[in-house]
């Protein structure tokens, strides 16, 4: 049995990546593929009960970034590893990036400590390809401030998704192969049709890796 893709969709609040991550799977199930969707924190009863907490509690960066990949290590073992044993796709909305720019440039902590969790939690697993969505953090704020009820992170001042933004720069820069950048500026036609058209050079790249 082929093995199935790995594919996660990263930025900063408001950028516009959620929206799209529906859309990417539909695509994908419409050639045939079996499609899981899902999201982190959370994707597991544990998880998601995890993303509660860390979306509405105050606490300490290195409590955050625990809860975090604890809820990242239940989802992984329980969801992702099996879907893609099975040959499905994943289509993931947040993943190891997110720790990295949130709870790294965001928060301030150890970019070592992150990487020593990162290798527990997930030992050998990265996406196949990562959708970066890019977004001026003024301008994302702004979607954000149309928001119902803004969670924990929603709330944060706009350094803070300054920080987090040139982290996913820098992700960026140094995995050219694994991550895209999406101008989260375009309209919504065309970020689909550029996702849908890498989704397409991916599909033969993952086959041949299983040939």
Avoid: N
């Avoid at 990242?72 to 997110?98: I, K, N, Y």
């Amino acid at each position: 049995m082929s093995r199935g893709g790995f594919v996660t969709f990263e930025g900063i609040d408001g950028a516009g990546k959620s929206s799209h991550v529906a859309g990417a799977a539909a695509w994908l199930r419409a050639r045939g593929l079996d499609v899981l969707e899902t999201r982190e924190p959370g994707g597991t009863e544990l998880a998601e009960r995890i993303r509660g907490l860390v979306l509405t509690f105050e606490m300490e960066p290195l409590t955050e970034a625990l809860l975090v990949f604890a809820a990242r290590h239940d989802h992984v073992e329980r969801v992702v590893r099996p879907a893609l044993a099975r040959g499905q796709w994943v289509v993931c909305d947040r993943f190891t990036d997110s720790s990295f720019v949130y709870q790294g440039d965001g928060r301030g902590l150890a970019r070592t400590d992150l990487t020593w969790l990162a290798a527990r939690a997930h030992p050998g697993l990265l996406p196949d390809r990562t959708y970066w969505f890019d977004l001026p953090p003024a301008q994302a704020a702004e979607r954000v401030a149309d928001r119902a009820a803004a969670d924990r992170f929603e709330s944060e001042q706009l350094a803070f998704f300054e920080r987090v933004a040139a982290g996913y720069a820098r992700i960026a820069h140094a995995e050219p192969k694994r991550v895209l950048r999406i101008d989260g500026a375009l309209p919504r036609e065309r970020v689909a049709a550029a996702i849908e058209t890498d989704l397409s050079d991916l599909l033969v790249v993952v086959g041949a890796a299983d040939a």
